[in-house]
């Protein structure tokens, strides 16, 4: 059974950080990646992986604030968020990829559950 459980969210003022961890099991993927969706919005890209690190991206709102990374013996994506600011509220959800590198939410074949992250100001 292939699972993908979140962790590591919760409340932080703007300005902090958070960091989010992502335990893949029952398979590996070729891509790994975090999105979010705040109420009443469509989910958005926020950063995607590389299985061997080397590649990744990240969406317009996140650049130079977010950082990805994976550590394939874990199987684990982590996702490191500083400069938090109140739009950054949401629910991340981590998502893998079977083959293929995508931004686009409904080509990833697996899904957390999710995790809240409320950043206030």
């Known amino acids: 059974q292939v699972q993908l459980v979140e962790s590591g969210g919760g409340l932080v003022q703007a300005g902090g950080s958070l960091r989010l961890s992502c335990v893949a099991s029952?398979?590996?993927?070729?891509?790994m990646a975090w999105f979010r969706q705040a109420p009443g919005k469509d989910r958005e890209f926020v950063a995607r992986?590389?299985?061997?690190?080397?590649?990744?991206s990240y969406g317009d709102s996140v650049k130079g604030r977010f950082t990805i990374s994976r550590d394939n013996v874990k199987n684990t994506v982590y996702l490191q968020m500083n400069g938090l600011k109140p739009e950054d509220t949401a629910v991340y959800y981590c998502?893998?990829?079977?083959?293929?590198?995508?931004?686009?939410?409904?080509?990833?074949?697996?899904w957390g559950q999710g995790t809240q992250v409320t950043v206030s100001s």
């Open positions: 998502a893998g990829k079977a083959a293929g590198y995508s931004d686009n939410a409904p080509s990833y074949d697996y």
């Open positions: 029952g398979r590996t993927f070729s891509n």
């Open positions: 992986i590389t299985r061997s690190g080397g590649s990744t």
